[in-house]
């Protein structure tokens, strides 16, 4: 242990984040976890449902309770048309649960 250099992370975690804190300072965007990739994926997709179907030009997007990513909300103004309402919310609840009783076509 003489010959180990100093400041060495002593268990993975500590280990994975020192590599991703070198990354960004170097401006590097580093590859992600398994558990980073499925968080950013609860992020995108777990904040907003669609309470009308809606359209993008004559193609249906999402339908009633579909999970609507959070950058078109941002990016289209779902939110401000009243297109899609924030999952824990109880109009997001009430658009899944309408989804969930209405057969599919």
């Excluded at 950013?40 to 777990?46: K, L, M, Q, R, V």
């Excluded at 004559?58 to 941002?74: C, E, I, K, R």
């Excluded at 899609?84 to 649960?97: D, N």
């Amino acid at each position: 242990m003489a010959n180990e250099p100093k400041n060495t992370p002593t268990t993975p975690q500590a280990a994975q984040q020192a590599a991703k804190q070198a990354y960004a300072e170097q401006g590097v965007q580093p590859v992600l976890t398994g558990q980073d990739h499925r968080k950013a994926i609860a992020d995108e997709y777990g904040a907003w449902v669609a309470t009308q179907q809606i359209y993008v030009g004559s193609a249906l997007a999402y339908n009633v309770g579909d999970p609507v990513p959070a950058t078109n909300v941002q990016a289209f103004g779902y939110d401000k048309n009243n297109l899609v309402a924030k999952a824990p919310t109880v109009a997001g609840s009430e658009a899944v649960a309408e989804a969930a009783e209405t057969p599919a076509s």
